[in-house]
């Protein structure tokens, strides 16, 4: 069985938020009706900080911004660390 690309989006959004809670982050995966993209909504003082899983040619990566330094590998070891320094930030 083949999973479609925004399944495997949901899988990669749905990992980052339970490992998120897990280290005591509010969190929460929005699944706008309106046509854009789903995302992860981590809570701070300044609101929400929105996190896109998007595919990068064969792999997929974790977006805050646009910067050059607000994204991750989806896989790697330091995405939710960094995601969540983004969010402390």
Same mark, same amino acid.
């Given at each position: 069985?083949?999973?479609?690309?925004?399944?495997?989006?949901?899988?990669? !959004? @749905?990992?980052?938020?339970? %490992?998120?809670?897990?280290? =005591?982050? &509010? +969190?929460?995966? $929005? !699944?706008?009706?309106? &046509? /854009? /993209?789903?995302? +992860?909504?981590?809570? #701070? $003082?300044?609101?929400? !900080? #929105? @996190? *896109?899983? *998007?595919?990068? =040619?064969?792999?997929? @990566?974790?977006?805050? =911004? #646009? &910067?050059?330094?607000?994204?991750?590998?989806?896989? %790697? $070891? %330091?995405? @939710?660390? #960094?995601?969540? /320094?983004?969010?402390?930030r």
């Amino acid at each position: 069985m083949t999973i479609s690309s925004a399944q495997e989006r949901y899988l990669h !959004l @749905v990992r980052l938020a339970w %490992d998120l809670r897990q280290l =005591g982050m &509010g +969190v929460r995966i $929005e !699944l706008p009706a309106s &046509g /854009e /993209e789903p995302y +992860v909504a981590l809570w #701070r $003082e300044s609101g929400a !900080l #929105r @996190v *896109l899983a *998007l595919a990068r =040619g064969k792999k997929w @990566v974790f977006a805050w =911004g #646009r &910067g050059r330094t607000q994204w991750i590998a989806a896989l %790697d $070891e %330091d995405a @939710v660390r #960094r995601t969540c /320094e983004a969010a402390t930030r």
